[in-house]
């Protein structure tokens, strides 16, 4: 079947070849990265796998370029293979980087739970083209929490780990419960309009901020603001464009180029005018004037721990406390309780 295989690549023109070898190349991308986002960036296996077809369609193309007896034809036709994946990688990843950063829609478990909100706990805020969560704390919490999400979090879902002690089958202590907490949905996520990216997500985080300092729902409050994971972009920009006296950020990353070089190692130099997310907290942080809190686990799977530390070391100017957990992974910040009592003690501060 090989040979046969080869026989039949080999009596295609030149043009053809190039043509097969590039969509060969861009499958295999696209492929690559939309597996990618749904399942762990960095599982071994799916990189295996790339490696292995690309390996794969170069053994096809060296086959049939040796059995042209030319070796200058060999030659040019690996550099243009190695040209067109490149280029094909580049491609797709600036068209498809917003969908890998966020992944907006609204799932039929965050629809009903929308629909099925204690109305005596929560309350649905419709603000220009967002849609908000507030979940009332205990009597006399004078502290409210603004809360921007990771990049699959949805805010009628999110929301009822603040305060759905039921439902969630978890205890007081184990949840920020007593606080007031306000989360929006990003842009595109859930009942909000529009489309996700940083632009629009930023604007967001501006708007919103505005819209709660200026509402006498929330007047009396003392405001903190908490971003998780992708969340700390729009948390720390913020925390530059305004007076932000609390912040926490749980997972952060440095910025958007060494978030993405993570999953594909090759956004350096010149290549970084690709990514169109930049999220550089790095840069938004260096000068931020309040309290700051920054919280890791070193079993992080997503955001590595090395990439939050180098965050850190970049924040030598802050009122910085900078605290270290283990033993759980990305998603169990929230129902580690150690961690709840970090946070819970810096807002009380």
Do not use: C
Not at 341 to 348: A, C, G, L, N, P
């Amino acid at each position: 079947m090989f040979k046969k295989l080869i026989n039949k690549i080999t009596s295609l023109s030149n043009t053809k070849k190039v043509l097969l070898l590039t969509i060969l190349i861009i499958i295999v991308q696209i492929l690559f990265l939309n597996v990618q986002s749904v399942f762990k960036p960095l599982d071994i296996f799916l990189i295996l796998i790339k490696a292995a077809l690309l390996v794969l369609i170069f053994r096809i193309w060296i086959k049939v370029s040796k059995e042209k007896g030319n070796e200058k034809f060999l030659y040019s036709n690996i550099f243009i293979s190695v040209v067109i994946m490149f280029t094909s990688l580049f491609f797709i990843v600036y068209h498809v980087q917003n969908d890998f950063l966020f992944h907006p829609g609204n799932s039929r478990v965050n629809e009903q739970n929308h629909e099925n909100l204690d109305a005596s706990v929560y309350e649905v805020i419709q603000f220009n083209d967002y849609t908000g969560y507030y979940k009332k704390g205990v009597e006399g919490s004078n502290h409210l929490i603004l809360y921007f999400g990771g990049n699959s979090e949805y805010g009628a879902t999110t929301i009822r780990k603040f305060g759905d002690l039921e439902d969630l089958t978890i205890t007081e202590d184990d949840m920020l419960n007593n606080y007031n907490v306000l989360m929006f949905d990003y842009p595109g996520y859930g009942k909000s309009k529009g489309q996700p990216k940083e632009q629009t997500i930023f604007k967001m985080a501006l708007d919103v901020y505005d819209f709660v300092i200026s509402d006498a729902r929330f007047k009396d409050f003392e405001l903190t603001v908490a971003g998780f994971s992708i969340g700390t972009g729009p948390a720390s920009y913020l925390a530059k464009e305004r007076n932000v006296k609390k912040l926490i950020l749980v997972a952060p990353y440095t910025n958007g180029y060494d978030l993405f070089n993570q999953f594909v190692p090759i956004f350096y130099g010149p290549t970084t005018w690709i990514l169109t997310n930049q999220l550089r907290n790095d840069q938004h942080l260096k000068d931020y004037k309040g309290k700051l809190l920054i919280l890791a686990t070193t079993d992080d799977e997503l955001v590595k721990y090395e990439l939050t530390k180098k965050l850190v070391l970049n924040l030598d100017n802050v009122d910085l406390t900078f605290k270290t957990r283990e033993g759980f992974t990305h998603n169990y910040f929230f129902v580690d309780q150690a961690s709840v009592q970090i946070m819970s003690d810096f807002i009380e501060s």
